[in-house]
């Protein structure tokens, strides 16, 4: 029973200057602090630990909070510019792909018309145009699926200065 007593000294010793306790509680503490040594040693390591903890000071250089925010303004420019520049390579591969095809849909028939006078079979040209728009349709792809990669985040890596 005397156990209990000083768990629920100790207990509002610890609430009483983060969430206060009630004037029965104070009264009935103040009391039990009297009569109880070990409770009375623990409230008063308790008011001066928090004494102490009251007393830290820290000296923040003025300059500080200026070149965090020139920072992080420079990251969040770099995010954007990164957005963007992503958007513009994004739609010229995308232009650079269709034209590619519309290039070779175009040289179709003059494919198979130089075809015809050289007298090259038909599977070899058609292989032959379907080759030669293969590497920018694989370069496109690249650049389309890859630019994440390519772009790197260099942002990220930046230190703040
Ligand atoms: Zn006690």
């Known amino acids: 029973m ?10 509002q010793i610890d609430h009483a200057p983060v969430v ?3 004037p029965e509680e104070e009264s009935w503490l103040n009391i039990h602090t009297i009569n109880c040594t070990e409770c009375r040693d623990y409230a008063e390591i308790t008011a001066r630990v928090i004494q102490g903890l009251g007393s830290f000071s ?10 965090v925010q020139k920072a992080l303004t420079r990251s969040a420019e770099a995010v954007a510019a990164s957005h963007v520049l992503r958007r513009k390579f994004f739609s ?3 232009i650079a792909l269709l034209l590619t095809w519309v ?22 040209w058609k292989t032959g145009v379907v080759l030669w728009s293969l590497p920018s349709l694989c370069v496109a ?3 389309i699926c890859g630019w994440p990669y390519l772009a790197g985040n260099s942002y990220e890596e930046r230190e703040v200065a």
């Open 20 to 22: 206060g306790i009630s």
């Open 92 to 94: 010229g591969a995308v």
């Open 58 to 67: 820290f000296h923040v250089d003025p300059g500080l909070t200026e070149r």
């Open 141 to 143: 792809l690249v650049l």
């Open 2 to 11: 005397q156990n209990d007593f000083h768990r629920r000294a100790r207990l």
């Open 103 to 124: 290039g070779s849909l175009a040289s179709w028939k003059a494919a198979a018309l130089v075809a015809a006078q050289i007298h090259i079979s038909p599977w070899t």
